[in-house]
DNA sequence: GTTAGCACTCTGGTTTAATGAGTGCTAATT
DNA sequence: AATTAGCACTCATTAAACCAGAGTGCTAAC
């Protein structure tokens, strides 16, 4: 169990280790003005925490850094809530007024936001199309051979592909085929559209149209999205400004990493609401073994929508970066929520 | 005026310092198998070239390295075409073939092609739309006040944006708009559409619909173009593999410059057709000084599409590069334009 | 339980010296 | 007249040596 100062010192040594991002001594920390221990006691709990795993030492006689678990604890049970300035709410209540209206560009923005406000790097990842409803539905000729097909949603997003049409499908037959569609496919949740074709429009098709057999399985080859366009980055390059990566073999991995649109999915694919922070190793990842993420979810309506992250050092400023998380995230819901 | 020898012996060095990344010495030079000449004729001439500033030394005693001047002499007189293998064509035959049938896709994954076959890194533009025609044009309603506009082209280029309704515009009048537009404005080049919106649709629109120029104002502004999401990199990391980009502050601005898009449209929006050449300076940023900029464009059709570029160290392999480029342009014209 | 004192450790920066690659120049050679 | 050998000199790089400073752990005193 730790005593009410070794978690006094520990929150310090944290607070003073990610502003200044050197070791922390004993004296450093004695000679803050709310401390009136002296170097040596806080040297024998020092110790203490370091037995427990909470710190770890660079060198012998070196100061000390938090290790992972430490930076654990420090998160779950030492951040002090921090509070935005005035000034800071401003700026960020005027940066979402002044946005676009599509949803894209919202969250494009967002990462841009921030990163602008945390220094650190952003990832903005969505809209899921999950729970969003078909809008409309349409397929436009280019050619004999090949046409658009373009699905709207309600909630604006417009996703295009290119399909090559079969030999034997006439104009007429598309304008049934389109006509079909929009009629049964209707406020139908993207995600249900394979579906609902499989079972519902097959039949109908049948009856209306000549070799239907070939354009559906297009369509539904078509219809597959693409969760890792909809991935936006904010100051991709601020990682580098942080002292812990100065060397090339610490961040090329990290950018690498962060170019890998898999990756990251698969990374940010945040399982629960809310806010959500890893901690180095616990990302599971070897390239951003000495990174934090922080990740936050937004919602359209009340139905989860996408996610949010932050990704900087294991050093990060964890009160800083937490509140502004929940404040953006809070943010973009609202905006989305009152868009749509 | 430069002797025989000079010119060979500018070419060599150049080859040398571009394969090794060091400085070139006279006995580097002379230990050529295809060098009959001593190191002290050998540092004659070099010292000559210097002279009328070819080449540069990084200091008093070392050996030597091409100038700006030097390299553009290299790239104007000297470059020896370089013969890709058989199975580096193959290669690149095969990547050109497995592609999506999207031009946006095929530009992009063009850019990862440049940077897999270079090892710099790629950049590829475009498609402009300047010449292309409009196909269709589509607005849907999401809700009372939003509407989804789509514009497709006749490449086969979607795009769409959200626009807000004036208060008093029925349905059926934006049904009545559509036909109006589709029926005018089909086959008309893109770029004309604002005009010919002015000229001759305002008259039309004004019989049928009512509070049309609220309608019209928002065309116009969902009408322009943002070259800028046409921008699309691959390995964009791969300049920290350089050796002259080992230091942080020699590879940010870089970096930095990469993410403005802005930026990068001015950089590389070619003046001229064919395979261009910008050395280091030449390039009007500072951000780029060490590097330099190969670009090529490509078309469809005839008609001028887009640009695609390497960029790299001005110790650049330019004889490789400047084949692979002529292929790839090559390359990416057919494909483009026999898909349309 | 807390603190002062002290010996010890390790880092980081600076100095020194040695090595080696390369040059420019002069004089000899072809 | 052009080329080459020889030599003194320059500068960068590397390694070794050294020193100062920050910090620790431990013991003994408070």
Do not use: W
Not at 214 to 235: C, F, K, N, T, V
């Amino acid at each position: 169990m730790l005593t009410e100062r070794q978690l006094f010192l520990l929150r310090a040594l944290v607070d003073d280790y990610i502003s200044t991002a050197e070791p922390v001594g004993s004296r450093a920390i004695a000679k803050r003005e709310d401390v009136n221990y002296s170097p040596a006691t806080i040297r024998n709990d020092l110790a203490d925490l370091e037995e427990m795993g909470f710190l770890e030492k660079t060198h012998t006689s070196s100061g000390r850094i938090p290790s992972e678990k430490g930076y654990r604890f420090y998160v779950d049970h030492l951040v002090s809530p921090v509070l935005l300035t005035a000034r800071e709410m401003q700026s960020i209540k005027k940066a979402f007024t002044d946005m676009y209206y599509e949803v894209e560009k919202v969250i494009q923005e967002t990462a841009k936001i921030m990163s602008d406000f945390t220094n650190y790097t952003a990832i903005a990842m969505g809209p899921e199309l999950n729970d969003t409803k078909l809008k409309h539905i349409q397929i436009i000729q280019l050619n004999a051979e090949k046409a658009i097909m373009i699905i709207v949603t309600d909630t604006g997003h417009v996703e295009s592909r290119t399909i090559s049409l079969p030999k034997k499908v006439s104009a007429r037959d598309i304008e049934k085929l389109i006509n079909i569609l929009n009629q049964k496919l209707k406020n139908v949740p993207v995600f249900q559209l394979k579906t609902k074709i499989e079972k519902e429009i097959k039949k109908v098709l049948n009856k209306h149209i000549e070799n239907y057999e070939q354009i559906l399985s297009i369509l539904d080859e078509a219809l597959s999205y693409h969760p890792l366009d909809q991935i936006y980055y904010g100051g991709k390059n601020n990682i580098l400004a942080q002292p812990e990566f100065r060397d090339v073999d610490k961040f090329l991995p990290l950018l690498n990493a962060l170019e890998e649109k898999e990756t990251i999915y698969e990374l940010l694919r945040s399982p629960s609401s809310g806010i959500n922070i890893k901690i180095g190793h616990e990302n599971n990842l070897v390239a951003i073994k000495d990174c934090s993420v922080i990740t936050a979810s937004y919602s359209m309506g009340g139905e989860h929508m996408g996610t949010v992250a932050v990704i900087g050092p294991t050093r990060m400023a964890y009160p800083r970066v937490i509140t502004l998380m929940e404040v953006i995230s809070r943010k973009l819901t609202h905006l989305l929520t009152e868009l749509y």
